[in-house]
């Protein structure tokens, strides 16, 4: 155990990644130099973390994820069970395109499910709710609710993770946390002050 924060026995950690106070790293997870990972965060068991990845504060990396060089996680990020980023779009074991990593953003407060598969290049927004076994290839909005191979949006989801719905004003209120949230021509929400 570190003097900030908490390694198994059994995990590698790198020399040149920086590690934030209170964060858990558990049995057999790697974390390559150049990382950054912030406060508060939990990395499972048997995660890799590649060169130059940054995850924010108070992010859960959940077990058998791969974080690759090119992926950025902002705060409050829930990564589920053995989910999938890329780096490279055309990949070829005899081809060398590690000039080619493209960048990945997941915002503030997403969750991606268990399963799922993000496509490098996109950008996941704020508080985006991916459900397990998605295959996103595209960007994702902000608060949406993303299923299925390829993932569509099917719904919007609260800070809270609850599912929204709308009335005839454009108008929806958390159950939970009772916040509201309004909708404009169908595609964007915003939560109201």
Known sequence: MGDKYFSHETAVIDDGCIIGRNTKIWHFSHIMPDSVIGDNCNIGQNVVVSPNVTLGNNVKVQNNVSIYTGVICEDDVFLGPSMVFTNITNPR?????????????????????????????????????????????????????????????????????????????????????????????????????
């Not at 074991?93 to 996109?122: H, P």
């Not at 390829?150 to 009335?167: T, V």
Request: glycine share 10%; proline share 3%; net charge positive.
């Open 93 to 193: 074991s005899a081809v060398i395109r590690r000039d080619k990593y493209e960048e990945t953003l997941v915002r503030k407060g997403a969750t991606i499910g268990a399963n799922a598969t993000i496509v490098c290049g996109i950008e996941i927004g704020e508080y985006a709710f991916i459900g397990a076994g998605a295959v996103v290839t595209k960007n994702v909005l902000p608060y949406s609710l993303i299923v299925g191979n390829p993932a569509k949006r099917i719904g919007w989801m609260s800070e809270y993770g609850h599912r929204l719905e709308f009335d005839n004003n454009g108008i929806a209120v958390c159950p939970e946390s009772k916040e509201k949230y309004m909708i404009k021509d169908n595609n964007i929400i915003s939560k109201l002050k």
